[in-house]
C-alpha cells in the first residue's frame, strides 16, 4: 500500500502504522528542511520530500491508495478571536477546503484530512472528534483515542504529561536537536494523537480489505 502523508512535522498521525501493516509504503512530504531531517531518523524506511505539500498533492495524488492531510491550522483556531482582539487580523487559509473539494472530487483512493475545531462554522460538513475535525470518504468510529490529552503549553508542569502523551521518550531527543525557526511547543502541539492516527488508518484497512473480497466474490 502506498501511503501519502502530507505536512509530516515528526509524523504523530503515522506513528503506529506499522502496529496495523507492516508492508506500506509512506512518503512524507514536509516544508521545514529541519523537520524533514528529525522525521527521517523517526522514521527511516519512509521517502521524506521537502516540499510543499499542497502543490505536491495536486502533482501527485494519483500515485497512492491512502493520502492523508494536516494542513496548518493556526488561521482556523479558536485563538483567532483573542488575536483579533489584539489587533492581528487575518483571513482563514483557504488550502484546508481546497484539498478536501479536490481529494473528494478527483482522488480513487481513501483520504482523511485533519484540523482543527474552527472558530467559525467548517464550511464542508465534518466528522468532529474531541478537539479536531477530520474530513474523509469512508466511515471513522465515535470514539478515536480513550487517551486525554493534556495542556500542550511547554511549561514546567505540563511538560512530562506531554511527553509521556506523545510518547516523547522515543522523539523528545529529536526536538532538542531541531535546529528550525519553529517554536519546539508548536512542534508537539502540531502531533496527531498517534491512537488516533492508528484507529484511523485500521479503520481505514479493514474497509478497503472489505472492499476487496467483495469485489472478487462478484467474479
Same mark, same amino acid.
Given at each position: 500500500m502506498k501511503i501519502l502523508n502530507l505536512y509530516a512535522c515528526l509524523g504523530g498521525n503515522r506513528y503506529k502504522w506499522n502496529e496495523v501493516k507492516e508492508d506500506i509504503e509512506v512518503t512524507a512530504v514536509e516544508l521545514d528542511? +529541519?523537520?524533514? *531531517? $528529525?522525521?527521517? +531518523? *523517526?522514521f527511516p524506511n519512509d521517502t521524506v520530500i521537502i516540499a510543499d505539500a499542497h502543490q505536491y498533492l495536486l502533482e501527485h495524488y494519483e500515485d497512492f491508495d491512502f493520502i492523508w492531510s494536516s494542513p496548518p491550522c493556526p488561521t482556523h483556531s479558536v485563538t483567532n478571536h483573542f488575536l483579533n482582539a489584539l489587533g492581528h487580523k487575518r483571513y482563514p487559509e483557504m488550502s484546508l477546503y481546497q484539498e478536501i473539494i479536490f481529494l473528494d472530487t478527483f482522488f480513487k483512493g481513501k483520504y482523511c484530512i485533519e484540523n482543527v475545531k474552527p472558530y467559525y462554522e467548517p464550511l464542508i460538513p465534518a466528522k468532529? *472528534?474531541?478537539?479536531?475535525?477530520?474530513? #474523509? %470518504?469512508?466511515?471513522?468510529? %465515535?470514539? $478515536?483515542? %480513550? *487517551?486525554?490529552?493534556? &495542556?500542550?503549553?511547554? &511549561? #514546567?508542569?505540563s511538560k512530562g504529561l506531554i511527553e509521556k502523551f506523545l510518547d516523547f521518550h522515543n522523539i523528545k531527543d529529536l526536538v532538542v536537536n531541531y535546529k528550525g525557526k519553529q517554536s519546539k511547543g508548536k512542534i508537539a502541539r502540531n502531533l496527531v494523537d498517534y491512537e488516533a492516527g492508528k484507529t484511523i488508518f485500521e479503520t481505514m484497512l479493514g474497509i478497503v480489505r472489505r472492499q476487496v473480497i467483495n469485489q472478487e466474490e462478484l467474479f
Amino acid at each position: 500500500m502506498k501511503i501519502l502523508n502530507l505536512y509530516a512535522c515528526l509524523g504523530g498521525n503515522r506513528y503506529k502504522w506499522n502496529e496495523v501493516k507492516e508492508d506500506i509504503e509512506v512518503t512524507a512530504v514536509e516544508l521545514d528542511p +529541519e523537520l524533514a *531531517r $528529525l522525521y527521517q +531518523e *523517526r522514521f527511516p524506511n519512509d521517502t521524506v520530500i521537502i516540499a510543499d505539500a499542497h502543490q505536491y498533492l495536486l502533482e501527485h495524488y494519483e500515485d497512492f491508495d491512502f493520502i492523508w492531510s494536516s494542513p496548518p491550522c493556526p488561521t482556523h483556531s479558536v485563538t483567532n478571536h483573542f488575536l483579533n482582539a489584539l489587533g492581528h487580523k487575518r483571513y482563514p487559509e483557504m488550502s484546508l477546503y481546497q484539498e478536501i473539494i479536490f481529494l473528494d472530487t478527483f482522488f480513487k483512493g481513501k483520504y482523511c484530512i485533519e484540523n482543527v475545531k474552527p472558530y467559525y462554522e467548517p464550511l464542508i460538513p465534518a466528522k468532529q *472528534r474531541d478537539r479536531h475535525l477530520y474530513w #474523509t %470518504n469512508f466511515n471513522i468510529p %465515535n470514539v $478515536l483515542s %480513550n *487517551r486525554k490529552a493534556p &495542556n500542550m503549553n511547554m &511549561n #514546567t508542569k505540563s511538560k512530562g504529561l506531554i511527553e509521556k502523551f506523545l510518547d516523547f521518550h522515543n522523539i523528545k531527543d529529536l526536538v532538542v536537536n531541531y535546529k528550525g525557526k519553529q517554536s519546539k511547543g508548536k512542534i508537539a502541539r502540531n502531533l496527531v494523537d498517534y491512537e488516533a492516527g492508528k484507529t484511523i488508518f485500521e479503520t481505514m484497512l479493514g474497509i478497503v480489505r472489505r472492499q476487496v473480497i467483495n469485489q472478487e466474490e462478484l467474479f
